[in-house]
């Protein structure tokens, strides 16, 4: 079987994979929305540990590391897992949900004002 792409898997079916897992080892019945925010921001943690005390242009170089490559994508990937688990739980459309918000973010962010600037948007 060949590995799983970006480009080739839609959200709907991670979303299923993440729902399976769980319901397999009857895992549910702890996935309540706090639990797994609370999760995800432990991951969110684990992820941010490979990037304490070094600067942007550092983190650039950790990321590109072979060493710690395999480390950082298995944070990530806990990251997105609890993500996708705390959607199904909690019956978010992922798709409209990003959607949306990429669409709010547009409005107070525009082009035109925000273009190479990392201020917030009550700052533009």
């Known amino acids: 079987m060949e590995p799983l792409r970006d480009d080739v898997v839609n959200l ?6 993440v729902l399976s897992f769980a319901q397999e080892r009857d895992w549910e019945q702890f996935h309540s929305p706090k639990n797994l925010s609370m999760a995800l921001a432990a991951e969110a943690g684990e992820l941010m540990e490979h990037f304490l005390w070094i600067d942007s242009e550092a983190s650039r170089a950790t990321v590109a590391e072979k060493r710690l490559r395999s480390a950082i994508e298995e944070e990530l990937a806990d990251v997105v897992i609890y993500a996708l688990e705390f959607a199904n739980q909690a019956g978010v ?29 009550t700052e533009l």
Do not use: F
């Open 12 to 17: 709907g079916e991670l979303k299923k994979q």
């Open 93 to 121: 459309d992922m798709t409209a949900a990003i959607e949306s918000k990429l669409k709010q973010n547009a409005i107070k962010y525009p082009v035109e004002k925000s273009r190479g600037r990392s201020v917030k948007y």
